[in-house]
């Protein structure tokens, strides 16, 4: 490839993460023809969605508008007409992976960015792991991703100052952890939209002893609290 200028290029955009954000942008750029390169990190395409180990994962709200504009996502036809539904961890990662699989599209993974410079007027040389690519535009599609926003539970006291005997517990531990929450007389359940409103299902809604600590400020909206509202009282 060449630019108007004559320079040679390796993409005309390159695109740094192979998350949701930047597998859509991918897919919406290879639909107009362009020639796309993903740089992703890690092994796999996915960002937050596949580094995320929640149990029950889904999507924070509505998955509605959670998609590209060239593809989309099976969720809004397996589902029909429930603008409420969010999608699973393994539904988001597969409409990522057909996102990503275009002809014109190119998949580094492993590999991540180091810089980028100005190569002529309309080539830019972007650095990465072990390589250097040219390319007419640079996508900065990395997100907030860090140990503390995925993968990792953020527990927002420290649970060693605990002196009363309650339990306090992440909802991505209660899996591992069941039998322990279920026999503590007090018992504290934290977690966001991610896990807890599945986790919540399987427990009794009327037992008293449980306390759902949600670090949020609203109650978010989903399909399973419209269809099943006693689980959150």
């Known amino acids: 490839l060449r630019s108007r200028d004559g320079d040679p290029y390796d993409a005309d955009v390159c695109i740094v993460g192979g998350g949701m954000t930047?597998?859509?942008?991918?897919?919406?750029?290879a639909s107009c023809g362009f020639r796309v390169i993903i740089l992703e990190r890690d092994a796999q395409l996915g960002g937050v969605c596949?580094?995320?180990d929640y149990p029950g994962l889904r999507l924070h709200g509505p998955g509605a508008s959670f998609r590209c504009c060239s593809l989309a996502p099976p969720w809004q036809s397996g589902h029909g007409h429930d603008v409420?539904?969010?999608p699973t961890q393994s539904e988001i990662l597969k409409?990522?992976?057909q996102m990503a699989a275009h002809?014109?599209?190119?998949?580094h993974t492993g590999v991540s960015y180091e810089d980028h410079s100005r190569h002529s007027s309309s080539v830019l040389r972007v650095s990465c792991t072990g390589r250097t690519l040219?390319?007419?535009s640079l996508v900065f599609a990395n997100g907030t991703y860090s140990e503390t926003t995925a993968g990792a539970p953020l527990m927002p006291i420290d649970r060693s100052?605990?002196?009363?005997?309650?339990?306090?517990m992440h909802s991505s531990e209660l899996a591992a952890n069941r039998l322990a929450f279920a026999q503590a007389e007090r018992r504290y359940l934290v977690g966001a939209s991610k896990a807890a409103i599945d986790v919540l299902q399987g427990l009794d809604p009327a037992d008293e002893a449980?306390?759902?600590?949600?670090?949020?400020?609203m109650i978010f909206l989903n399909r399973d609290a419209v269809m099943t509202p006693k689980a959150l009282l």
């Open 161 to 168: 100052l605990i002196s009363n005997g309650a339990c306090v």
């Open 103 to 107: 002809d014109l599209i190119q998949i």
């Open 50 to 52: 596949a580094k995320n």
């Open 134 to 136: 040219m390319c007419r």
């Open 22 to 29: 930047g597998a859509a942008i991918a897919r919406d750029a």
């Open 210 to 217: 449980l306390v759902w600590a949600h670090r949020g400020h």
């Open 95 to 97: 409409y990522i992976e």
């Open 84 to 86: 409420f539904y969010r």
